[in-house]
């Protein structure tokens, strides 16, 4: 006996819409969690990647950064077991716009912003271009440790071919991108929904309400450390004062000044040093993390444009089937049709084929809306609970991180003062004898 699928029975004869709907969902629920757990359970990571040795580069008409970036990896996919390319910036964009026309639905990691940061003139300035190699070393860390992402065709473009393969590559892949980018782009802009699922209402406040609190540590963060860089350059003026002032007093005060100079100095040292591991340290995740709120953000708008366009045709097939039920009681005798010298009944049975035709193939497109809303939703709760994990593991290294670059540095500074004590207090000793 054939088995009819009961979404194209509903074109035959009457049936509730909703039960077709939860039977058809039923089926892909469980087809979908049979490909997730194939797509998703992998532990064994194959791919490693490290960005380093930024390089400047003069040039007649530019200058730019390169960036070295080392592959090794043991997938059969790949002719070689290591790689080593020279990479600039712009070929970073480049992979991620890529990146995200190829799977829209996923989570690509942030890459750090194109301009300067504050206070920062010079993008050629070593500390900046050492804090954007960080960041752009995190990036392809994020990308190689991707179940999905991972075995994208142009991450492999990026990773393995040298300078004149892959500017040819880019020129090559540019025109087609510009139209797959169109499409992405169409998805994300129509987002109006019904009735977004409460997971992804929850998802997004969450996301707000992170992303605003990030954005209040990194004004602080960036507060403090332009108030860490000013007491280096005051403690830098404040010790020679005292090595200046020893010069002029005799042998019991001048060792007190020599001490407390040398002091100073090692107090300066370690302060330019807890300031540069809050450069390095402490603001590049809250950034990143702001960007990645960004990111997330996107792909949940993504995901809503798949939603809307489900909704759609959600409507339209059901319009379609009541316009179907109403025709036997409808009236055609003053249709076009009619007029033109075809019977009422002939006329409704014209119209009745046409409907069961168009029922058919919305109900064909809502389907497969269907099947791409569930694997939006599949790509984005497995990618943000990984974002979660690597949050959670990344705000605790943060915080663990500053809470002992204070120790060192306040360390340092107590050890220093304590070693002077004796000195200083010889004087007081001498008088009381």
Aim: with cysteine; glycine share 2%; proline share 4%.
């Amino acid at each position: 006996m054939e088995n009819v699928d009961p979404l194209t029975a509903a074109t035959n004869e009457p049936s509730d819409p909703e039960d077709e709907l939860n039977t058809y969902h039923e089926k892909v629920d469980a087809e979908e969690d049979n490909v997730k757990q194939e797509e998703w359970d992998t532990d064994a990571q194959d791919l490693f990647t490290t960005v380093d040795n930024p390089e400047k580069h003069i040039l007649a008409m530019e200058t730019y950064i390169s960036y070295r970036v080392t592959t090794k990896t043991t997938r059969s996919c790949f002719d070689n077991s290591e790689y080593m390319t020279q990479r600039r910036y712009q070929d970073f964009v480049w992979l991620r716009t890529k990146l995200e026309n190829d799977h829209p639905t996923h989570l690509i990691p942030p890459l750090p912003a194109k301009f300067v940061v504050k206070g920062m003139l010079d993008r050629f300035n070593a500390e900046f271009t050492k804090r954007r190699c960080m960041a752009l070393h995190k990036f392809l860390s994020r990308l190689s440790e991707h179940p999905v992402l991972s075995f994208n065709e142009n991450l492999k473009v990026f990773l393995t071919s040298k300078a004149h393969e892959f500017t040819a590559y880019r020129k090559q892949s540019d025109g087609i991108m510009s139209k797959v980018s169109g499409s992405v782009k169409s998805i994300a802009t129509n987002t109006r929904v019904k009735e977004r699922d409460p997971e992804f209402n929850e998802m997004l406040d969450y996301i707000t309400d992170f992303s605003e609190k990030m954005g209040v540590l990194d004004r602080i963060g960036e507060r403090l450390l332009l108030e860490k860089k000013e007491l280096t350059t005051e403690m830098k003026e404040f010790g020679p004062t005292f090595s200046m002032w020893a010069s002029g007093e005799d042998d019991t005060v001048s060792p007190i000044m020599t001490s407390i100079s040398e002091c100073l100095d090692l107090c300066t040292g370690a302060a330019e040093e807890n300031a540069k591991r809050h450069e390095l340290n402490f603001v590049p995740p809250l950034k990143e993390y702001i960007l990645y709120s960004d990111a997330v953000k996107q792909v949940l708008k993504r995901r809503d444009g798949y939603q809307a366009n489900y909704d759609r045709l959600v409507d339209e097939h059901q319009k379609r089937r009541n316009e179907k039920e109403n025709l036997p009681k409808s009236d055609q005798s003053y249709s076009i049709s009619a007029m033109m010298g075809k019977s009422p009944d002939e006329v409704k049975q014209q119209k009745e084929q046409k409907l069961n035709q168009q029922i058919e193939e919305l109900a064909e497109k809502r389907d497969k809306s269907y099947d791409e809303l569930e694997k939006a939703n599949g790509n984005l709760r497995a990618d943000k609970d990984r974002w979660t994990e690597h949050k959670i593991q990344d705000l605790a290294t943060l915080f663990a991180d500053m809470a002992q670059s204070q120790i060192t540095y306040h360390t340092e500074c107590l050890s220093a003062w304590e070693n002077i004590l004796p000195t200083m207090q010889e004087p007081s000793a001498e008088n009381q004898q």
